[in-house]
């Protein structure tokens, strides 16, 4: 039968990212494409403790339906930890959700009629832009640098759009840049948005995986006028399959997201909230997030080594401080679409980057992810990626 | 600060029923209002060993993102459950989502554009109602007899108002009158469908929980043409709080449930989904359904004793044939609100029946549930409902 959909439907096609998981799930494909953490870092036998104890104390309460907003103990054990980036709050102002993903599409629910703006970084997460496409806002990009995005630009974009809805940022190891915002960026962030009276959204997954240097506080601990929505996720701190992330907004916006929460899934995964939340009773997260940053700096160590020994010379790439992400861009001339098929005739696969650019184009960049492959396999592959790379150079030379 | 919301958060609000849950979980109220599970039914010891040997044989990967779709193992075994309700499926017509209310959201974001148009019954599921209403449809409720939905009334709406968008009905035990379609009333919503070419949605949480009759084939079961979406769940067979659900639909257009899974929330948490895989594996979820259908069954029973015995003469209350609802009606002078009132201060509770009808109307009609309180709290809780009622009644004749 033919149907009529919805006019959202025209513009919403499968996240290129998700596509190519399937596709590199082949054991022996040296895939930089997801933002997967390592499983063998997962703290199983801890899970195995947790899962008995809980269903155990209260195994009625954590198989039944429970609130929408989540399990008191653990939003208030969430508010504590938001205190390490100077935010203060308590738990009525964290609402628990399906991954940070889901307070993407809450965001973009709340937020988006046709035709509103969202500002975002260019580039920006693509996980986020496909969110927000469903409610088929206009995108206005603003140039980043090393220190976040173009303030001047920004203000431009401000002081002469109308319906900017809200302002979209992930200032800590930006995906896919892996970029990190300055102090002052910041500031100047809260201060154009206050000028222009514009909600911030920050989105940060991967601030807790800082390997040097010290953490800025949140874009959030700058907000004194509660227009700034904090999304975070316990997906690269623990483990992503409990599906736990929260948006923190002040109460009255909150609100807002419980409401859509309710109509959306009703509520979160109950045992899941519970494991987590007994697991921070229990056990030391951030002892367990330094275990999670030893390996990453080191796998991040030898993929900078390695693009520095093994990539054509002259080729920009970030240096991330953190996270899970470093970016790479080509000669103008160049399409990483094309390259991604030469490296998966090799079995290397990463995310080719015009994707994260809502408006299309800059298909010369794409993005490199070292938390999911052996320190063996991102030196391998890296030569390898190195080796499409400086063909396809002397190709354009000759 | 003053924001800027989209033209949908205008009308919602939060749910009635949530609202009202909250303000029972005062241990002494007896509370015919939520749709819970008996939760002393959850297969506690089970679940422990489960997830014990989930995280056992596969840790890793159940703590690991992982496809959009779903846990292909249990994608299969849900495709092999639906052959009871005569449904041909595999897994690949399966999306896993976060409990059936995640589909009823996805169904409002793939079909409904502003002022297209939900043809429901009348009364018909709130939770859905405030799903679809995100999405800015118009209803038009179609009035039920105790046979399903009225044919003639239905084809005369679709042979008369555009934009139909789809069908939505619950046609095993509805939420919240209780009752079933015949047969007939299903075939021939099917060929009404056909006639009109309008999608229909099948909500199905209930139909398992028959405690006499034969279950009837599912609306799904008649569908020649790939327009019947089935939604089903987990939640009222094995336990809610895991939040797993599924959506049935030919594979072109499950394809588009699939998409807007990937923006809402990557994918349903991994473990939940392995764990019940590991459960349908290792244990027998129909001899675990018959279980909770002999307590269901004497709890349904004591509530239409007491209902005979202590509401007064003359008021209309369906015969539930399964499920975990009655719905009973009050003469149309009286105001259920006003009832329960009262009957909060005998710490009774239950849900008017007002906002289960999208446009409003029928104050005077109200929802019980018998699934989650004990055979002697129904008892108990019933009688004083009667006295409530046979109070509110004299002082009218009076």
Not at 11 to 36: D, N, Q, W, Y
Not at 63 to 82: D, W
Not at 138 to 153: H, I, N, P, Q, R
Request: aromatic share 10%; hydrophobic share 35%.
């Amino acid at each position: 039968m033919t149907m009529k959909f919805a006019e959202r439907m025209e513009s919403l096609k499968a996240s290129e990212i998700r596509e190519l998981l399937k596709l590199t799930e082949r054991p022996e494909v040296i895939s930089f494409a997801g933002g997967l953490p390592a499983p063998e870092l997962f703290p199983v036998e801890e899970m195995k403790k947790i899962t008995g104890l809980v269903l155990e104390e209260s195994g009625m309460q954590v198989l039944q339906y429970s609130t929408t907003e989540g399990f008191a103990p653990l939003r208030e054990k969430i508010a504590q930890r938001m205190e390490a980036v100077g935010v203060q709050a308590t738990g009525e102002d964290i609402l628990i959700t399906s991954g940070s993903q889901q307070g993407l599409d809450f965001t973009g629910k709340i937020f988006l009629d046709k035709g509103d703006i969202v500002v975002c970084e260019s580039p920006s997460y693509l996980g986020a832009i496909n969110a927000f496409k469903a409610y088929l806002p206009e995108f206005v990009e603003v140039s980043t640098d090393d220190y976040g995005m173009d303030m001047e630009e920004l203000e431009k974009v401000l002081s002469t759009r109308k319906n900017v809805k809200f302002i979209y940022v992930i200032p800590d190891f930006q995906n896919p840049t892996g970029k990190t915002w300055s102090i002052e960026r910041r500031q100047k962030l809260i201060e154009l948005a206050n000028k222009y009276n514009i909600p911030v959204v920050e989105d940060n997954p991967y601030g807790e995986l800082r390997f040097e240097g010290e953490r800025p506080p949140a874009v959030k601990s700058f907000d004194t006028e509660g227009r700034v929505v904090f999304l975070g996720t316990f997906s690269k701190t623990f483990c992503p399959g409990l599906r736990i992330g929260w948006t923190l907004a002040d109460k009255e916006l909150l609100q807002k997201y419980i409401f859509v929460k309710q109509g959306s899934d009703l509520q979160t995964n109950t045992m899941a909230q519970r494991e987590i939340d007994k697991f921070l009773e229990l056990y030391d997260l951030d002892a367990h997030v330094e275990k999670i940053k030893a390996v990453y700096k080191r796998r991040r160590d030898i993929m900078l080594e390695g693009i520095k020994q093994y990539f054509p010379q002259g080729l920009k790439y970030t240096y991330p401080e953190g996270g899970l992400f470093t970016w790479v861009e080509l000669p103008e001339y160049m399409d990483a679409r094309e390259v991604l098929q030469k490296a998966l005739e090799l079995n290397v696969a990463f995310v080719p980057g015009g994707s994260f650019f809502p408006n299309g184009g800059k298909e010369n960049t794409f993005r490199l992810n070292y938390s999911n492959m052996s320190e063996e396999k991102i030196q391998i592959g890296i030569e390898r990626l190195g080796k499409v790379l400086r063909e396809m150079l002397t190709e354009k030379t000759v």
